[in-house]
């Protein structure tokens, strides 16, 4: 499976923004779905974001228009660029990959074939 690094997290006060990288390596050429993840203590992992080979983004409701996703293919990692951020957007974030370039089912979690460590994100 290809391999994903996180950067980017951090702390940041409500109302701030925070951009997100994810890495890839292990592919010559890389178009796969790739997708944004979050979980939080005591809450199941939760999708936020996903974009399919072509660029096509897809965003879980509550995002509601706060967050874009993209890729760079030539520098290999795409990116979540995260605004207007909000306590309830805490959590670590990480960054996964399916197997083909169109994201199967969208932000289901079992979709996804590879996963990063992980990026913290803390909103206060």
């Known amino acids: 499976h290809v391999q994903l690094v996180e950067s980017g997290g951090g702390s940041v006060q409500a109302g701030g923004s925070l951009k997100l990288s994810c890495t890839y390596s292990?592919?010559?050429?890389?178009?796969?779905?790739m997708g944004w993840f979050r979980q939080a203590p005591g809450k199941e992992r939760e999708g936020v974001a996903a974009?399919?080979?072509?660029?096509?983004?897809l965003y879980a409701t509550f995002v509601n228009e706060r967050f874009t996703i993209s890729r760079d293919y030539e520098n290999h990692k795409n990116t979540l660029q995260m605004r207007n951020l909000k306590p309830e957007d805490t959590g670590t974030y990480y960054c996964a990959s399916q197997e083909w370039s169109h994201c199967t089912n969208g932000l289901a979690p079992s979709d996804y074939v590879s996963w990063g460590q992980g990026t913290q994100v803390t909103v206060s």
């Open positions: 292990g592919y010559t050429s890389f178009i796969d779905c």
């Open positions: 974009i399919d080979g072509d660029g096509v983004a």
